[in-house]
């Protein structure tokens, strides 16, 4: 699938106004409690929280809150991170390229140092099912061979996985079937911390409810599909079933699972380059043109002693950390007609992760390409 041809497809969404878009935000204030902001998302059936300071726009989210621990009573305003904003004029690009770089699923919109509501995927994917995107298949878009869990499976084990592999759904077997999900905003419903009790209470009563089974936590409301149903049939289900999740069946047999994130990878930015160039979860901050120079050049060089590349495709994500440090995974895959070669790195350092896999990709490629054209000597029998 050329994301050449997709991002010609898709060029109407990604340069669609917000304005059009905005919904509703949930807002709260730093000297919020862990305990209220839990609420607030669990109550409001959302995932991202925001907060103005200044000029600074702040944001937590249910990936960040099932990561920490808590002592009681603890304010919200130290795990508070900044994320970029947009305007009402901003375009569906922009928003899709915070939200694939940042691990969100909205944008808050800003408008005289306030936020006046947020662009979510949910109503980016709507905007996607307008198109007719009939030729574009599940079995192109999902992440195959998802990690599964059963019944019997620890809450912290679960929990473990979501942090340590920064997702958000856990399909649950049950009877060699997928039973139901248990996402991460179920996850934050068990672990949302009491009032007032000791720090040595909240301790031991979060070890005894993570120490439990999975057992039937979790949504049964399920979109699902079969490998080869088109995008708008996978995008149709998720808004029908009102999920952030489509299962990707054959014969009950569970084969991938795709989510908001691999919808809005389809909304990738194209850079100027010899060889067709796609990033996706491009930054909004200095590193873009470090990303951009660093990669161009690079495909620039590989071109001419591995002319058979015939596309390559860069995703960029910001791994939430502790403190407001962050590590940064650049992942690149470069599209030949006989194999797909697939580059990662992850680091502390946008700017150095996005050397270290350009001249990754440099060593490998150009090596291989020249051991594949050397002229074979035979010895001539006397």
Same mark, same amino acid.
């Given at each position: 699938?050329?994301?050449?041809?997709?991002?010609?497809?898709?060029?109407?969404?990604?340069?669609?106004?917000?304005?059009?878009?905005?919904?509703?935000?949930?807002?709260?204030?730093?000297?919020?409690?862990?305990?209220?902001?839990?609420?607030?998302?669990?109550?409001?059936?959302?995932?991202?929280?925001?907060?103005?300071?200044?000029?600074?726009?702040?944001?937590?989210?249910?990936?960040?809150?099932?990561?920490?621990?808590?002592?009681?009573?603890?304010?919200?305003?130290?795990?508070?991170?900044?994320?970029?904003?947009?305007?009402?004029?901003?375009?569906?690009?922009?928003?899709?390229?915070?939200?694939?770089?940042?691990?969100?699923?909205?944008?808050?919109?800003?408008?005289?140092?306030?936020?006046?509501?947020?662009?979510?995927?949910?109503?980016?994917?709507?905007?996607?099912?307008?198109?007719?995107?009939?030729?574009?298949?599940?079995?192109?878009?999902?992440?195959?061979?998802?990690?599964?869990?059963?019944?019997?499976?620890?809450?912290?084990?679960?929990?473990?996985?979501?942090?340590?592999?920064?997702? =958000?759904? +856990?399909?649950? %077997?049950?009877?060699?079937?997928?039973?139901?999900? #248990?996402? !991460?905003?179920? &996850?934050? *419903?068990?672990?949302?911390?009491?009032?007032?009790?000791?720090?040595?209470?909240?301790?031991?009563?979060?070890?005894?409810?993570?120490?439990?089974?999975?057992?039937?936590?979790?949504?049964?409301?399920?979109?699902?599909?079969?490998?080869?149903?088109?995008?708008?049939?996978?995008?149709?289900?998720?808004?029908?079933?009102?999920?952030?999740?489509?299962?990707?069946?054959?014969? =009950?047999? +569970?084969?991938? %699972?795709?989510?908001?994130?691999?919808?809005?990878? #389809?909304? !990738?930015?194209? &850079?100027? *380059?010899?060889?067709?160039?796609?990033?996706?979860?491009?930054?909004?901050?200095?590193?873009?043109?470090?990303?951009?120079?660093?990669?161009?050049?690079?495909?620039?060089?590989?071109?001419?002693?591995?002319?058979?590349?015939?596309?390559?495709?860069?995703?960029?994500?910001?791994?939430?950390?502790?403190?407001?440090?962050?590590?940064?995974?650049?992942?690149?895959?470069?599209?030949?007609?006989?194999?797909?070669?697939?580059?990662?790195?992850?680091?502390?350092? #946008?700017?150095?992760?996005?050397?270290?896999?350009?001249?990754?990709?440099?060593?490998?490629?150009?090596?291989?390409?020249?051991?594949?054209?050397?002229?074979?000597?035979?010895?001539?029998?006397?």
């Amino acid at each position: 699938m050329s994301l050449d041809v997709i991002h010609e497809h898709m060029s109407a969404v990604v340069n669609t106004k917000v304005r059009s878009l905005i919904s509703k935000a949930t807002l709260i204030e730093p000297s919020f409690t862990m305990s209220q902001v839990m609420n607030k998302i669990i109550n409001g059936e959302t995932f991202d929280v925001f907060c103005q300071e200044k000029n600074h726009t702040l944001t937590i989210n249910v990936r960040d809150l099932i990561q920490h621990k808590y002592s009681v009573p603890m304010n919200v305003g130290p795990l508070l991170h900044s994320v970029p904003s947009l305007s009402e004029n901003d375009t569906v690009g922009k928003a899709a390229d915070i939200i694939t770089h940042n691990g969100t699923r909205a944008v808050p919109v800003v408008k005289d140092h306030e936020i006046i509501g947020v662009v979510e995927a949910k109503n980016i994917l709507k905007l996607i099912s307008n198109q007719d995107n009939k030729w574009i298949k599940a079995n192109q878009i999902f992440t195959p061979e998802p990690i599964v869990i059963d019944t019997e499976t620890p809450l912290s084990t679960a929990r473990r996985m979501m942090v340590d592999k920064k997702f =958000d759904h +856990l399909p649950v %077997i049950k009877k060699d079937k997928v039973s139901h999900v #248990l996402t !991460s905003n179920h &996850l934050l *419903s068990v672990i949302i911390p009491p009032e007032r009790v000791g720090k040595r209470d909240i301790g031991s009563k979060m070890t005894r409810t993570l120490e439990s089974g999975v057992g039937n936590l979790g949504t049964n409301r399920m979109a699902t599909c079969v490998p080869l149903d088109n995008l708008n049939v996978v995008v149709d289900s998720m808004l029908h079933a009102d999920t952030t999740f489509c299962l990707v069946s054959l014969w =009950d047999q +569970l084969q991938g %699972i795709i989510t908001y994130r691999d919808v809005l990878n #389809l909304l !990738s930015t194209k &850079l100027k *380059s010899t060889v067709p160039l796609f990033i996706v979860g491009m930054p909004l901050d200095d590193n873009a043109d470090i990303i951009k120079q660093k990669f161009t050049k690079a495909l620039d060089r590989l071109q001419k002693v591995y002319p058979d590349i015939q596309e390559a495709r860069v995703y960029i994500k910001k791994l939430h950390g502790v403190h407001n440090r962050f590590n940064y995974e650049v992942s690149t895959t470069i599209l030949t007609p006989h194999k797909r070669h697939i580059f990662t790195r992850t680091g502390f350092e #946008l700017s150095k992760v996005t050397d270290e896999v350009a001249q990754l990709i440099l060593k490998t490629l150009a090596n291989r390409t020249k051991n594949r054209y050397k002229f074979s000597i035979r010895k001539m029998e006397r």
